[in-house]
């Protein structure tokens, strides 16, 4: 049974204390700090909290690694490739601190809390000075004290490995250097407790647990008055919001009172699991003006066997039930998804399913992936007879649908005029701002560079598989 775990103030206290000493330590002259992030929007988020860290205890921020004085790396564990990249990028920092002995190097994220790879990364590559898990977060500055003093008693034998077994605590007060003046992720909730057979999230991220709604609605609150104009609440299955908080608010309830803050933004969520996308969710969404009519509904497969054994608690008839209440009720649903293929035990006949099912529903957009093996997942020791060639082969076909219907979805879109909001400048002159609808859809547009961080109309004259493309009408 999962025990709440709060951060007392006496902890952050702690923490505030050892940035002073880092601070005071490194005063002789400017130092950069470089967190380079992998995985997902949960590991943008964590890194935002670095950052907030790193500058409390003095350094400045860098995309150079040359110029870094610490390399952070947040890690992510879902798939291989993920992981070889980090292996990789990480090893190449051997030649920096031969040339700058006093560079620091620490490896966080989820990585980190499997047994293997904290083993590797002790054994195997010397360079790094420091590991902690994501649960570890909330004392980075107490972690890289360590390194730091050791450094000065005991030369080389400074290494702090941390990443401590955890079910993960709930840390509030933290500092958060954000990555953007216009959208902001809001993490409401950590850790999945959904086990699905594939997945090492929950064995790395640890029990799910609930941030307490007011402090989900402070931080929104100042959000808004900043003149923030996205928001997007995060967790890995943010429709089992509230379970286990006393306060008796569920995700439609949260997301309502989100709703209802004062200020011009746009509210959207991820991820939903499907399983508990109920009618609830989709009429809140319809009701509330702020609310993105756009939802990320992982199917991973449509084949009801393979879900069943993948542990994800509907059925292909369930899911696609949730698919037509939703359009129902949001008859202007953007809709998106994640697909594995090549799950162990698949057939051709079920990977057929998942096409089909594809088709059925077409998506506005899909993120596709070929299984991946992780050490201590069930499914890692499930027969898996299809060989990757042929699971390329699947995947290709997959892709080719998923392009073929975006494509076709975002033509719909010429000749209309739609509410987008700017985010940022491209690097092409003859479109060269970048906005998303509400439905979160990329938009490239011509206009004025002022318009960035604003609501503008934009007709859309042209589109691609990935994007449309116009001109700001006002
Ligand atoms: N909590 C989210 C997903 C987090 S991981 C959810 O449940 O929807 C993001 C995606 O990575 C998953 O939806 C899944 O499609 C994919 N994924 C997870 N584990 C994987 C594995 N072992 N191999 C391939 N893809 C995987
Ligand atoms: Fe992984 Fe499933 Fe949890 Fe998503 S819901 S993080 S896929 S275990
Ligand atoms: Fe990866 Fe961890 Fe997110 S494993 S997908 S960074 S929760």
Redesign the pocket.
Known sequence: MYERQEITQAQLEVQRRCCEKIKDALSDRPRFALVDTYG?QQNESDSEILRGWLMDCGYGLTSDPAQADIVVFNTCA???HAEQRVYGNVGALTHNKAKNPDLIVAVGGCMTQQETVKEKLKNSFRVVDMVFGPHEVWKFPELLWSVMERRGRRGNKSRVIAAEPSDGVVAEGLPRQRDSEIKAWLSIMNG?D?F?T????PHVRGRERSRRPEAILAEARKLAEAGVKDITLL???VNSYGKGLADGMDFPDLLRAVNDLPGDFVLRF????PKDATEKLFRTMAECDKIAHHI?L?A?SGSSRVLKAMNRHYDREKYLDTVAMARKLLPDLVLTT???VGFPGETEADFEETLSLVEEVRYDAM?T??????TG?P?ASMPDPVSRAEKQVWFDRLLDSANRISAEKHAAYVGKTCRVLVDGETNDPTRNLSARTKGGRLVHLTGDPALVGQFVNAEITDSSTWALFGHASE
Do not use: K, L, W
């Not at 594939?198 to 999230?201: D, E, F, R, T």
């Not at 992936?369 to 992780?374: A, L």
């Open positions: 997902c879902v798939r291989e999945c959904n699905c594939y997945c090492i999230v967790g890995q299955n991820m991820t939903s699991h990320h992982p991973q994640d697909i594995i993120f992936f070929i299984y991946s093996p992780r997942t499914a």
